[in-house]
């Protein structure tokens, strides 16, 4: 009788089982619909999508797990990678931009935590105003222009089950956090009742900051992955991407509240999301859709999760 | 430790005392800013701003949150053109246009009141969902095919003040009587305030819910139709930045984010305020993008202000802080 | 042996505490009583490490300690369990009870197997049939205070501080609190019992200390005194009557409710509401009452049944705005929650629910509205210095006042007083009641619902008894005695 196992087993409860579903429906439905679902090519494409959003929503999750939200991930995205990129073209070498793009994610995500837990105001407000600064620094350093080329090795990231691989990397090492570190327990606490976890010692703050700086690299991850395959990085880069990864963490079951939620449940609905981005894109929709159909999913998500947390 | 009421007078004085002094220094640095004609351009352009930021106030006193401002502004623009193309008649466009923002009002009231979500993410997604719809209508284009009388209008001036810019201040007039003289205004901060009191002392939650709702999605979309007269095209991306904007104007100008306080002239103060400073860079010849970065400091700073003096003093007077 | 010396509190406007000593021995229960804003949970707050800020000094056997958080005086041996639980719902009862020191093994990985064990143990030692794996937001409010207590315990706490451990408890579930708190005195460990309860005081604690106006007043050992004594000490005068004299007249009739039911709470509710009477609702917590209330009002659905006024069958009220527009008010038990709005002013408060008579047509009359508050402020000597202060920054008693006058304002017929006397002391009780009084010498009656017996058998006229969502019995105000009334409530005959 570990720890471990029957942990696993208490978090395949009844929360996640419907998105598992839908995630398989999605598939068999995509499948025949759509021809060609399954090549090669578009598997690719696909996990690829899943990959960035699920990296990011698994920070997400964190954060919305605090009581927390992070309006920021896109423009940390796009910061990582444009910024990134001016190694790039100044020509230092891979071993130096990739890291130093993470980096950037980390010290971004940092100064989220950090106005986040000093100034007394909703993240809400602050990842707001962040979200601008960040796109507006960008705009500025590459005066709204396309970075390109880009150095095929770049690609070898993005390509073939290699994003995947960072994704199930990611998500085994949070789900173990969330699940067996005091760490990762208390996160619980913070969005569930802070001010007992104020008094019983937990240190509030620190973990809210290594929250924040969590998402803040893993956008940047995410960025990376992305860059990859089109051949140029442009400004816009993750656009939409804080919609994407709230509607996976809400669809996943994580309370946008606080308190309740995981990680492995994001990971779910982050596969739907990047189904549905998928697929939309190869029936050639136009891509402005994908705004109303994440706004809807998002409603239907929370709709649930407030029924649900009415009956408690 | 008392605080006054209305006590959103020092608030008043204190931004009113602010916008003289940009004024005078713009003045200062750039001999044009108090001619004629930049001044109207400028009442002109805070035209849209002004109603998104009456329409923002009513919500936000009254306990809400509204962003699908910007998208519904657009969104009314977007129905006003591509019906106008597809060849209805004026009077009818114009009532869908409007009708069509009173309709995402009131669908945000609905998801609000009815599945009980919370205001921001209900209206992020509805943000989102209107703008979808509006770049899947717009096909990424600019609409400038517009009907003449309607183009007319943006030249049409009273009294040398544009009529576009009394539209908005009679908008102003109205929503600032409504809040402050009447019944159903006072019931708004009450709502605002404490919703559990308000019900139980006999206020309509729901229906006024609906109502401030509805109320924003109108305002929004005779932005949105000011907005296309002004610059005489339909854009797609229009209002994209308004939420921020509008936001953080309403509150510099004392509305406060939890509702139940505020009042639309502080909101207007903002407005004016933020926008002189935009001008004001402008003139300077500063780059655009930097607006953006200005604004989301600004944003932060006005919500924060108490907290960060506070922690400013705290950190000079002690040095680096212990461990959390 | 804790011994507090000389300790002061102030805050802006007002001093909590003022050079308060006295000493709490070893191993006793030792009850803590005063009226409200006596300074009881000031001291409750800075022996918890939540004010680090006071002058004086406690010494814990001998030893001077100043607690600068929380977890700290936990680490010192001092653990309270607040009136409002502080549980964290999702996690476990072992989790709950380790919170923020779960034992982990090497590399950080938690011990689960560690915290199951340990918190077993706790929990048997407290003969509480939990599973240490259960989330504890399922579990029921007395269990969710078991799981506090065991906390305390894990810490290894010398002294636990009780605030208002009773409040939410059913009788039942307070019988099993004192077993609890006497195993906790067997093995050592000094509670500080804090409560408005004379009667809970008196069967549980050793020592009684009293408090008044910030100041320590008495220390006392319970058999050196009396509850009289201590209530007298409590208020700095005695209180022979503590209820005013009934002088109302029964007159016509008022209300009558046949067969009222909603699913799940309340059914089969009937009775009848005089002019000029105080109608008492008895029961223990659970028993229906407040969602009677609440569903009379118009605040939450009636599934069935009938309500008539002055004769005149009018169905039900589906809000409550209906109800005031009828002449029926309602008096929440949640003052602050539920009464007030705190950012908005005092003139915004109490108008709120006449704002038709204030105006005319759409808009509202401010002189109207000045002259109307500012005669309930002088009726009721409320203490502020505008009446567009906001009401937040009115003390504890004066808020109340605005509450009452917003109710009293809309000058209804039927008025629903729910736990109005409930968080005040003596002193401002005795007001309520006085007004109660004079609200039906006017002519007007009132359904009183109150958890307090005595205060229930003291001040109403009728007592209908309620159990379990059906009313089981009715006491005229000769035949009631609290035995009586309380076996009646718990569930057996009345004699």
């Known amino acids: 009788m570990t720890g471990k196992r029957l942990d696993l087993r208490g978090v395949f409860q009844i929360r996640e089982l419907p998105i598992l579903i839908y995630v398989v429906v999605m598939i068999a439905v995509f499948s025949i619909v759509i021809g060609g679902f399954f090549s090669l090519k578009s598997v690719e494409n696909i996990t690829r999508q899943i990959a960035t959003v699920g990296i990011v929503s698994i920070g997400m999750t964190l954060v919305i797990l605090t009581g927390g939200i992070d309006l920021s991930v896109g423009a940390i995205l796009s910061f990582a990678i444009n910024i990134g990129a001016q190694g790039i073209i100044a020509g230092w070498p891979m071993w130096v931009v990739y890291p130093f793009m993470l980096a950037l994610g980390l010290i971004l995500g940092w100064l989220n935590g950090f106005l986040i837990t000093r100034i007394a105001v909703p993240a809400l407000i602050i990842t707001l105003g962040t979200l601008n600064i960040y796109r507006g620094v960008i705009m500025v350093i590459t005066k709204g222009r396309y970075i390109t080329p880009i150095p095929k090795s770049y690609e070898a990231i993005g390509s073939g089950y290699i994003p995947f691989i960072f994704l199930a990397l990611v998500l085994a090492v949070f789900i173990y956090i969330s699940l067996n570190t005091r760490f990762g327990r208390n996160l619980l606490a913070i969005g569930g009742a802070e001010q007992s976890a104020v008094y019983s010692g937990v240190p509030v703050r620190r973990y809210k900051m290594i929250v924040y700086t969590i998402s803040g690299v893993l956008s940047a991850l995410a960025g990376m992955i992305l860059v990859g395959k089109s051949g140029f990085i442009q400004p816009q880069a993750g656009l939409g991407y804080e919609m994407s990864a709230i509607a996976a963490v809400v669809i996943g079951g994580t309370s946008i509240f606080g308190g309740s939620g995981g990680v492995l449940g994001t990971f779910l609905g982050s596969v739907l999301m990047g189904l549905i981005l998928a697929g939309l894109t190869m029936l050639a929709v136009n891509p402005y859709w994908v705004g109303l159909i994440t706004g809807v999913l998002i409603i239907l998500a929370i709709a649930l999760d407030t029924v649900r947390q009415l009956r408690k | ?324 | 042996m804790i011994n507090i010396e000389h300790v002061s509190k102030g805050f802006p406007g007002v001093q909590a505490l003022n050079d308060v000593s006295f000493v709490i021995q070893d191993g006793e229960v030792h009850g803590l009583v005063g009226e409200n804003g006596a300074g009881k949970s000031t001291l409750i707050k800075i022996m918890s490490g939540i004010y680090p800020d006071y002058e004086g000094v406690i010494l814990f056997d001998g030893v001077p300690r100043r607690f600068a958080a929380v977890h700290e005086a936990q680490a010192g041996g001092v653990a309270t369990i607040f009136q409002e639980l502080t549980v964290i719902r999702e996690l476990s009862v072992a989790e709950n009870i380790y919170l923020g020191r779960e034992p982990v093994r090497r590399g950080g990985r938690l011990d689960w197997n560690a915290m199951w064990t340990k918190s077993r143990e706790v929990l048997s030692f407290l003969d509480a049939p939990l599973d240490p794996r259960a989330p504890v937001g399922k579990l029921a409010v007395a269990n969710q205070q078991l799981v506090e207590i065991c906390k305390a315990l894990v810490l290894n706490s010398k002294i636990i501080i009780m605030d208002e451990p009773t409040s939410s408890l059913t009788e039942h579930e307070v019988r099993q609190l004192f077993a609890l708190v006497c195993r906790l005195r067997e093995r050592g460990i000094t509670i500080l019992y804090v409560s408005h309860k004379i009667e809970e005081i008196f069967e549980i604690c050793d020592s009684v200390t009293v408090f008044r106006d910030g100041r320590h007043i008495a220390t006392v050992q319970k058999n050196a005194t009396t509850p009289d004594q201590v209530i007298s000490m409590m208020v700095g005068r005695s209180l022979n009557m503590m209820f005013p004299e009934r002088t109302a007249r029964r007159g016509e009739l008022l209300l009558s409710v046949y067969g009222a039911g909603r699913d799940g709470e309340f059914r089969d509710v009937s009775f009848d509401l005089y002019e000029g009477e105080i109608l008492g609702f008895a029961g223990l917590i659970g028993a229906g009452r407040t969602e009677l209330a609440r569903a009379l009002f118009g605040a939450a659905a009636l599934n069935a049944g009938e309500i008539s006024l002055h004769g005149r069958a009018i169905g039900h009220f589906s809000h409550p705005s209906q109800a005031l527009a009828r002449g029926v008010a309602y008096l929440s038990e949640d003052r602050k929650r539920e009464g007030l709005m705190l950012e908005l002013s005092i003139r915004e408060n109490m108008s709120l629910t006449v704002l038709h008579r204030i105006s005319h047509y759409l808009f509202l009359r401010r002189r109207r509205e000045r002259e109307l508050v500012d005669s309930y402020i002088r009726r009721f000597k409320i203490k502020m210095t505008s009446v567009d202060q906001l009401v937040e920054s009115l003390s504890g008693g004066n808020q109340q006042k605005v509450v009452i006058s917003k109710l009293l304002m809309t000058e209804a017929r039927v008025f629903i007083f729910d736990e109005p006397t409930r968080g005040i002391d003596v002193g401002a009780k005795y007001e309520i009641y006085k007004i109660m009084n004079d609200l039906t010498v006017e002519g007007r009656g009132i359904l009183f619902i109150s958890s307090e017996l005595p205060e229930v058998l003291g001040v109403s006229d009728r007592i209908l008894c309620m159990r379990e969502g059906k009313i089981v019995q009715e006491f005229s105000r000769a035949e009631a005695d609290p035995e009586k009334v309380m076996r009646v409530l718990t569930g057996g005959r009345a004699a």
């Open chain 2, 1 to 324: 430790m008392q605080r006054v009421r209305s006590g959103n007078w020092r608030v008043l004085i204190v931004l009113g005392a602010v916008n003289v002094v940009i004024m005078g220094l713009l003045t200062a640095l750039s001999p044009t800013f108090l001619s004629y004609g930049n001044l109207s351009a400028v009442m002109l352009r805070m035209s849209e701003l002004a109603m998104l930021a009456i329409a923002e106030t009513i919500v936000l006193i009254a306990g809400g949150f509204d962003l699908t401002i910007g998208a519904v502004m657009a969104l009314s623009a977007t129905v006003f053109g591509t019906l106008h193309v597809a060849g209805l008649p004026f009077p009818a466009i114009l009532a869908l246009a409007l009708l069509a923002g009173i309709a995402v009002g009131l669908l945000n009231g609905f998801l609000v009141v009815a599945l009980r979500l919370q205001p921001f993410i209900v209206t992020l997604a509805t943000m989102s969902i209107v703008r979808s719809v509006v770049y899947g209508l717009l096909k990424g284009n600019v609409l400038s095919q517009l009907p003449e009388r309607f183009l007319d209008l943006g030249y049409v001036w009273v009294l040398k003040i544009p009529l576009l810019f009394l539209v908005v201040v009679s908008t102003a007039v109205l929503a600032i009587v409504l809040l402050r003289s009447t019944v159903i205004g006072r019931r708004m901060y009450a709502i605002g305030g404490n919703e559990r009191t308000a019900f139980l002392s006999g206020v309509h939650v729901n229906r006024m819910k609906y109502l401030v709702y509805a109320l924003s999605g109108f305002i929004s979309s005779l932005a949105g139709l000011i907005y296309t007269a002004r610059i005489r095209a339909v854009v797609p991306d229009m209002g994209i930045t308004s939420p921020l904007e509008v936001i953080t104007a309403v509150l510099i100008g004392g509305t406060a984010i939890t509702g139940g306080k505020g009042s639309v002239f502080g909101s207007l103060l903002g407005i004016l305020a933020m926008y002189l400073l935009l001008n004001g860079f402008n003139l300077l010849g500063l780059n655009p993008f930097w607006q953006v970065i200005i604004l989301g400091v600004i944003l932060i700073y006005v919500v924060g202000q108490e907290n960060i003096i506070r922690g400013l003093r705290a950190f000079l007077s002690r040095g680096p802080r212990r461990k959390a």
